[in-house]
DNA sequence: AAAAGTATCTCACTTTTAGAGATACTTCAA
DNA sequence: TTGAAGTATCTCTAAAAGTGAGATACTTTT
């Protein structure tokens, strides 16, 4: 059971990434690109708009690879910069109707998909299940954290850790 | 309910994709190397070793940058080409020891995180949450097969779709 | 034995990325 | 105020990675 749940964890990461892959290659935007409009769209729906500074930090780029995202994004015409802000160094971003087109034959099938799956389960299971993945965001979320931390600086006797 | 499980499901993929891409980079691989590593292993666990065409597939890059990925990962150590075959054409890929060392530096200590996880839960409540996983996959495979299709041919009257 | 099919590799070209500044703005402290 | 330091984004060049069209070597079919 254990094996078996790991195993299913990892592969409906891997099925749902191929599945968002298939879908940007069909519409002209590579892995990057769709990230990105997905993380600046979650943003947006908060109220709370992305900068480019933080999109590079959610995608794990550099700030210049990062650029050349938002350059490809806005030049397609599926988002704006907007620089009007009270510290003019920042730019925000933000959808255009095109995006949400997009987003909408994208989450679209998407969410039918997954409310013929939820209507097979009960309330209480899916409060199970709801809550049995935030657990392991936020498990993620801790071991990341730890894997991010700078490696530990080269001093006398580094605390033995060992990794390949 | 509902809203919340979508988001759930796609924060989980987002989040472990990302620590198997800061983890990748930490041991300089790239996110496809470290993707075609898995597969090569998990393929040889199950004894069924895959060929360079079924990898190609699998990862959804072309042939051309398939043999770049083996000849990567080959270079460093961490796999090798197998051409003993009935069909000579074909080549299969196998893990080398330090491939081995690698998956247990980052299943090892993952799979710690993910039992402590589960340890929260009931036999069955995992045993619910290991099923709804596996209904997605499912799902998401049928969906994928869906998209994957080819794009139906230019005929007179093409069934109104439109997709922007 | 020729023709067609398959599996992998090679090569030229394009796209994407990293990394190091450059630029423009803000904040802090004297 | 003014200068110094800090921050946010952008620009540039070199390197990495990917595509797509063949080339090569082998197998299968006719």
Redesign the interface.
Known sequence: ??R???N??????L?????A???AH??GLNNTDM?ALTLIMEAEMRHEPLTAGQLSAKL?TSTGATTAVIDRLERVGHIHRNRDHSDRRKVTLHFEP?AM??AG?YFG???A??????S??S?Q??????R??????A??????AA??EPEPPASPAPPEQH??
Not at 15 to 19: A, F, N
Not at 113 to 118: C, G, I, S
Not at 132 to 137: A, G, I, L, N
Request: glycine fraction near 8%.
């Open positions: 059971m254990r078996s749940i790991v299913a964890i990892r592969g409906m990461g099925d749902g990434q191929r599945v892959d298939t879908f069909r519409h990230r794990g095109l087109q997009l034959a099938p998407l969410g998909l997954t409310d013929e799956v939820m097979r389960y309330t299971e899916l409060s199970t299940v709801h049995f993945m935030e657990d392991m965001r498990a993620y979320s801790a071991h990341q894997l991010s990794a390949p």
